[in-house]
């Protein structure tokens, strides 16, 4: 740290700092400025200026891009990376690029300011009960110099917005918690050809599944015939060589990624090509994995040759997960798994071990990290129970922090309020694996439930060790196997009493009560199905 006296941005209520920044700013950083001023206003109730330079007999709290300054960056400063350094009457938060500007301000919040992002709150709303905010009128910064940036580029989850959250602020609570885009490079569009149907239905029939019934399914493609490669090589010309728009139902090309996700069914085609590459051994997981392998490497094959500078991103799913046998790729090949059990499900030793075999079978046959399309929707959706598995997310991503370049996180309908113990944790360790899950669960217990973190530290520490503790005959999924082992009716019936405790706790404190109603929900549904399995 510098040698200086510490930095006041505001003393006793009223702004000892002015935020300096330019007048314009991308949207992502734009949003982080707001946040930087709108935090700081809420704590203390100091409004700080936003301004172009210093303001005379104030301090400056400037953010910038400047990737070169040595004196910020002593070391070469990396995609998406940030530096926090103090001086007389000045803090810099300093990003390497644009992203790493906006996180400098996040975590300048966090670390030095104190706050925190646990779930998402209301739009239009000044009542904030998923942030903590330690609230003081006077807001000093020791000298502190300190720069991060992280250690997975691919952080990002879904949904972000729209109908399916409601009026839940989502899209503000994933930028500040650093998940609002990513900087890989190489990026997928899901399920993309989207409509090729509409230019090919009547000129190449062919290159359309064919059903058992000796008809066309327009909805997924032929992976087996030759003429599906060619039209797919095609494509990437015309793509390539557009110098506008591309209908939407034709585009496989992003940037410099080639996508092959086939439609969101599984693959089944019967022509006589795709048969002779099916695996009838191979599970619910690996049935067509030959089927789309070969055309991967053949397309990649011929996509090296003709544009050297492209990557063929492939999202192995549903029946063609598992990695192939017998098929070699060249090196421009960039694999996207989707860990169809669910992450919560790695829990049982049987299923991580079969998930980390596909990822270091993918690595094998590509000689690149991997990405991960990982669900938490799964098995979330076949059950109530308010499982929470923090544990599990940390093991997987040390175990994997030399094999992945992160994870697309794949939510359904807002999952925080069930789910937000784990979310967080996901999203923090994505910026790097060594991030301590249990310091956090414990930070926000003690945050966010005052009076009541007692019961409640006992009842998320039961929600926790019930899942990632318990082991299930087969590794099988089913209520019998939840509401007898993970979670026996006396152990509900234990953690019903610690919630109703928390509340009585809570009663002269509204801000943890509204907090309490939030986690609510999910929880009494959880002890809803408990006595109903236990019902018979």
């Not at 930095?7 to 946040?35: C, E, M, S």
């Not at 070391?75 to 390497?96: D, N, Y």
């Amino acid at each position: 740290a510098p040698e200086h006296a510490p930095v006041t941005l505001v003393r006793d209520g009223a702004p000892a700092a002015v935020i300096v920044a330019d007048a314009k700013q991308p949207p992502l950083l734009r949003a982080a400025l707001r946040d930087l001023q709108m935090h700081i206003e809420k704590i203390t109730g100091a409004r700080l200026a936003i301004a172009a330079a210093p303001a005379g007999g104030l301090a400056a709290l400037v953010v910038a891009v400047s990737p070169g300054d040595k004196d910020l960056f002593p070391a070469p400063a990396r995609p998406e990376g940030f530096a926090v350094k103090t001086g007389p009457e000045r803090v810099t938060l300093a990003g390497a690029d644009e992203l790493g500007a906006a996180w400098a301000v996040y975590d300048f919040l966090e670390r030095a300011v104190g706050v925190r992002w646990y779930w998402p709150d209301e739009r239009n709303t000044n009542e904030w009960i998923g942030t903590y905010l330690p609230k003081s009128d006077t807001l000093t910064v020791a000298p502190a110099h300190w720069t991060d940036a992280p250690f997975f580029r691919k952080r990002s989850i879904y949904p972000s917005g729209g109908s399916r959250i409601g009026t839940a602020d989502v899209g503000s609570l994933h930028r500040r918690l650093r998940a609002a885009q990513d900087s890989w490079p190489v990026q997928l569009i899901v399920h993309a050809p989207h409509g090729w149907s509409k230019f090919y239905q009547e000129t190449r029939p062919e290159i359309f599944q064919l059903r058992g019934d000796g008809q066309r399914d327009f909805s997924m493609l032929c992976y087996g015939n030759p003429a599906t490669l060619k039209t797919y090589l095609e494509q990437i010309a015309a793509q390539v060589a557009a110098t506008g728009p591309v209908d939407r139902a034709a585009v496989i090309l992003k940037d410099k990624a080639v996508t092959v996700s086939p439609a969101d069914i599984p693959v089944a085609c019967t022509c006589a090509d795709c048969r002779a590459l099916w695996n009838p051994a191979g599970g619910p997981y690996g049935t067509a994995s030959k089927v789309l392998g070969t055309f991967v490497s053949r397309l990649a094959t011929a996509v090296k040759a003709r544009w050297p500078d492209l990557t063929v991103v492939f999202l192995p799913y549903k029946n063609y997960t598992y990695a192939p046998e017998g098929v070699t790729f060249p090196d421009n090949v960039e694999i996207q798994i989707c860990g169809m059990p669910g992450l919560a499900m790695y829990k049982e030793p049987a299923v991580n071990a079969a998930e980390q075999a596909n990822i270091d079978a993918w690595m094998r046959l590509t000689g690149r990290r991997i990405q991960n399309w990982h669900y938490s929707c799964w098995p979330e959706d076949r059950t109530r129970a308010a499982y929470l598995f923090p544990g599990v997310i940390s093991a997987h991503y040390r175990a994997n922090r030399d094999k992945t370049v992160g994870s697309f996180i794949n939510g359904d309908h807002n999952h925080w309020p069930r789910q937000h113990v784990s979310l967080y944790v996901w999203l923090k360790t994505l910026w790097h694996p060594d991030f301590d899950a249990a310091a956090a669960v414990e930070g926000f217990v003690t945050r966010m439930y005052g009076p009541a973190a007692a019961p409640m530290r006992k009842l998320i520490a039961m929600q926790i060790k019930g899942w990632e503790e318990s082991r299930w005959p087969d590794a099988a999924f089913a209520p019998k196997t939840i509401y007898e082992i993970s979670y026996p009716r006396a152990d509900v019936q234990r953690m019903e009493a610690l919630l109703a405790k928390a509340f009585a706790a809570a009663k002269a404190d509204s801000l943890v009560t509204r907090r309490l109603e939030y986690v609510a929900g999910p929880l009494r549904a959880f002890f809803q199905q408990s006595a109903e399995h236990a019902d018979g």
